[in-house]
């Protein structure tokens, strides 16, 4: 069909996939106005309607529907031609270097690049771990070909997808009395002294913390604010304060600190797989596929965690 791009097709499908116009748009790194202007555009030159709007919710058409399945098909053949063609093209071999912050090394990561390097056992992996800010940085410059962060504000000329969500836990200093309580909720914490991030690239979800504590009827006492999840751990277990945080942290064994989960906080916390939208190295997309493959696996097998002191 003439003025059809591979590119409409994609937008389409994370549309459909989705059935949510503003979460196809965070995932996809665009805007949700160009977005919609995509799907406006591809329904014009097929000529029929492929989504019924309202206000309340998003639905395939049958018409949308044939074309979800069919696409679905037709870009997957796509995608093995390119891969097929750069190994043609002697494109096997080659090196990744990837960027992320701890939550992955302890979560998916290690799956990812076995499976990865199962299937490109010529390619040579590097890692650097550093925050999300600085990732974007080393992004932007080139030094980093993919990286794992939180969704930044910007993600102009970056690609993303959504590899994992969790919630938050309360970090106390291990003699606290808030530290015995089984059930320990944002409104305990009133009264308590605040570890907080800095207000830097990537960590939109201490809005949600924020918002909580408004709701319970206090403003926290902020003594200190950091750029990392594992300095308000370290605090915490200096005794020089509380913190609420995406609940990885369970995974770094520390002296002084418990962990206490906080369900009334929504799984707010995400992290995505990113990389430059104009790259030209050809294995981005297939680690960022065996990313959220393994991320999927690992959720699966993971069992319900008790608290830890």
Not at 45 to 51: A, D, S, T, Y
Not at 247 to 274: F, I, K
Request: with cysteine; glycine share 6%.
């Amino acid at each position: 069909m003439q003025g059809i791009e591979i590119r409409h097709l994609r937008y389409f499908l994370r549309v459909a996939e989705e059935l949510h116009f503003g979460r196809a748009a965070e995932i996809l790194g665009i805007s949700q106005a160009p977005l919609s202007q995509q799907i406006r555009q591809l329904e014009d030159r097929i000529g029929v309607r492929l989504f019924d709007r309202t206000t309340r919710r998003v639905k395939l058409t049958p018409a949308g529907q044939v074309l979800f399945e069919r696409a679905q098909r037709a870009l997957s053949g796509v995608d093995v031609a390119i891969s097929d063609a750069q190994s043609a093209g002697g494109l096997k071999a080659g090196r990744l270097v990837i960027g992320t912050v701890s939550l992955a090394l302890h979560t998916f990561l290690p799956n990812a690049m076995r499976s990865f390097a199962a299937g490109h056992p010529a390619v040579k992996l590097d890692m650097l771990i550093c925050t999300t800010e600085e990732q974007m940085a080393l992004l932007e410059a080139h030094k980093i070909d993919i990286a794992f962060v939180r969704p930044p504000r910007s993600l102009a000329g970056i690609a993303s997808r959504e590899v994992h969500r969790e919630g938050f836990v309360a970090v106390l200093p291990e003699a606290s009395p808030l530290a015995t309580k089984p059930d320990l909720s944002v409104a305990d914490m009133r009264d308590e002294r605040f570890i907080m991030f800095s207000a830097i690239l990537g960590i939109g979800y201490q809005d949600v913390v924020l918002q909580r504590c408004q709701q319970a009827g206090f403003r926290p006492n902020v003594v200190q604010k950091v750029s990392h999840t594992m300095a308000i751990v370290t605090m915490a277990a200096a005794g020089l304060g509380v913190g609420i945080v995406p609940s990885w942290v369970q995974n770094e064994p520390l002296s002084g600190v418990a962990y206490r989960p906080l369900g009334e906080l929504p799984q707010a916390v995400s992290l995505v797989v990113a990389w430059r939208e104009n790259t030209t190295n050809p294995f981005c997309k297939a680690f960022a596929d065996a990313s959220i493959a393994a991320a999927k696996a690992t959720k699966a097998r993971e069992a319900p965690r008790l608290p830890r002191s």
